[in-house]
């Protein structure tokens, strides 16, 4: 006689209340997180009377998407928003590049001083960057780069913290790799291009990131070397967009929001990557 199989029941999971209390702190902490944001956009499509008459609210009494025009026409906006993502663009690219070479240097190679070099180099992440404006604006002026994209760009093509996370990441990959291809008769730079830079792929994503994100929102930096408003790059384009006495809000929400998607965009594509960069970094 064949047996007859009984359904199966799967038990429950219970979820206990750690869990609820840890999902409720966490939902709390990303709506306090995008409250900001979710401002911005519903403020970008208010009209100048609603926002100076209920500013905290972020529930428009009506919807006009005139601001988004009117940024165009009040702005070179265009002309700004080409040069900040010339500016970002090219940074994070060369930065990656020079931040790599360095870090392999520093986690490869057996030089004298090497230990004074990388603590030196982490030392000048302690100096506030604003220590080294006056100095960096006066060698500009020198060079007649004030107002230039190579001075917007040269002085932020390496930094200390991309040599010193992809140091670490360097220090994680095993020296058989670079044994075997040594015996295979490559050289010091054929196994940085060929074998320690394709590897290192989730940390320069990190950086490159890191990088177009900084320059891409940085202000002070541009509003000191590039002063002109038809020339410079947009959040300090959006900085200057004031009259004497109004501010038009709407239309500067409308910029914020417009200048902040490609953003949001480039941490979409590459958030894999990122996080999986920020997990295996010092991992050896």
Not at 50 to 60: F, Q, R
Not at 107 to 127: D, E, G, K
Not at 258 to 279: G, T, Y
């Amino acid at each position: 006689m064949a047996a007859v199989a009984l359904p199966t029941t799967r038990p429950r999971r219970r979820v206990s209340a750690g869990a609820v209390l840890s999902l409720f702190v966490l939902c709390a902490a990303a709506a306090i997180a995008l409250l900001p944001l979710a401002w911005l956009l519903t403020a970008s499509v208010r009209t100048q009377g609603d926002l100076t008459g209920n500013p905290s609210t972020i529930i428009p009494s009506g919807i006009t998407f005139q601001n988004y025009v009117d940024i165009w026409r009040m702005i070179p906006f265009g002309r700004q928003f080409l040069n900040t993502t010339v500016f970002a663009l090219t940074v994070a690219c060369v930065s990656v590049v020079i931040d790599s070479m360095a870090a392999y240097a520093l986690a490869r190679f057996r030089f004298p001083a090497r230990t004074f070099v990388f603590v030196a180099l982490i030392a000048t992440l302690l100096v506030p960057i604003q220590v080294t404006f006056v100095p960096v604006y006066n060698l500009l002026v020198d060079l007649g780069w004030i107002n230039t994209m190579q001075g917007l760009i040269v002085p932020r093509v390496a930094d200390a913290f991309g040599i010193f996370f992809l140091r670490q990441f360097f220090l994680a990959l095993p020296r058989d790799l670079e044994d075997a291809a040594r015996i295979d008769g490559a050289g010091e730079f054929q196994i940085y291009r060929r074998i320690m830079f394709p590897l290192a792929g989730p940390a320069l994503v990190t950086i490159f990131i890191f990088n177009l994100v900084n320059n891409w929102n940085d202000l002070l930096w541009p509003l000191m070397v590039m002063p002109d408003q038809d020339t410079t790059t947009l959040p300090a384009g959006l900085a200057m967009f004031r009259g004497q006495y109004v501010v038009d809000y709407g239309p500067l929400m409308a910029g914020a929001t417009l200048a902040l998607i490609p953003m949001i965009i480039a941490f979409i594509v590459v958030q894999r990557r990122f996080i999986e960069s920020i997990a295996t970094t010092g991992i050896k």
